[in-house]
């Protein structure tokens, strides 16, 4: 493998890196703090799972389970309000955009093997229209 095709693959692996991370990055941190409120509310509000044990007093901790709870529910209606608003409609219109969007890939390919078939060799200074 060259030099230049290594550097090539290298910059095609950050451009995919870079593309996943800007697409995805969303989603990835609200399903984190989706995980972490939901914790939050098992662990806090429904006790099926231990809590974790500290040394502070009583009225401490319960002033802070009342803030965590408040913050893990906030966000929870936040999750869904964002999928209500931006996700959903989003999923809707690509499914609705997808046979317009892949006939016309179709058509671009069939042009594109059209062009291939009936291109004529030109001389290297000489510019023609694909028509000719």
Do not use: H
């Not at 609200?30 to 044990?53: E, M, Q």
């Amino acid at each position: 493998m060259s030099e230049t095709e290594k550097v090539s693959s290298y910059e095609f692996l950050v451009w995919r890196i870079k593309r996943w991370f800007s697409m995805y990055a969303v989603s990835v941190m609200l399903f984190v703090g989706l995980l972490l409120s939901v914790w939050a509310v098992f662990c806090i509000d429904i006790p099926l799972i231990s809590k974790i044990p500290c040394t502070l007093s009583d009225k401490t901790i319960e002033g802070l389970n009342r803030a965590f709870l408040a913050l893990a529910y906030s966000y929870i209606a936040g999750a869904i309000i964002y999928g209500m608003t931006v996700k959903f409609p989003y999923c809707l219109n690509k499914q609705r955009l997808a046979p317009v969007i892949n006939a016309k890939v179709k058509n671009l390919g069939s042009m594109l093997n059209w062009v291939k078939a009936n291109r004529k060799v030109m001389n290297k200074g000489e510019m023609r229209p694909l028509g000719v």
